[in-house]
């Protein structure tokens, strides 16, 4: 018997140097297919999302229960200022998905 995806969780913690109010770096967390074709974006955390410690998140993976998929986690750092100050460094541990 097969089992089906129920959550995909990790911790993650994001700390910046940004000077922008506007979100400049991000961190996408995305779900595949078997043959690597984007199949939703979960969620986007950015420099405006900066904060001391982690965080746990939690996300509903139970559309995909019973296929395949990868998960990536896609970062991003810009410096709008090209002067090379301003960087965000986006964190992760503790990454599983859960299944039943």
Not at 6 to 18: A, G, M, N, R, V
Not at 28 to 36: I, N, P, R, Y
Not at 62 to 74: D, E, L, P
């Amino acid at each position: 018997k097969g089992c089906s995806v129920e959550k995909l969780s990790f911790w993650y913690h994001i700390d910046t140097s940004e000077p922008e109010p506007t979100p400049v770096d991000t961190l996408k967390v995305e779900v595949l297919t078997a043959t690597g074709a984007l199949s939703k974006m979960l969620v986007t955390y950015s420099n405006r999302n900066a904060h001391n410690g982690y965080v746990q998140a939690t996300l509903n993976m139970g559309h995909w229960a019973g296929t395949t998929i990868k998960i990536r986690f896609v970062g991003t750092d810009t410096d709008p200022t090209g002067s090379g100050n301003f960087t965000t460094n986006f964190v992760l541990d503790d990454i599983a998905l859960s299944a039943v």
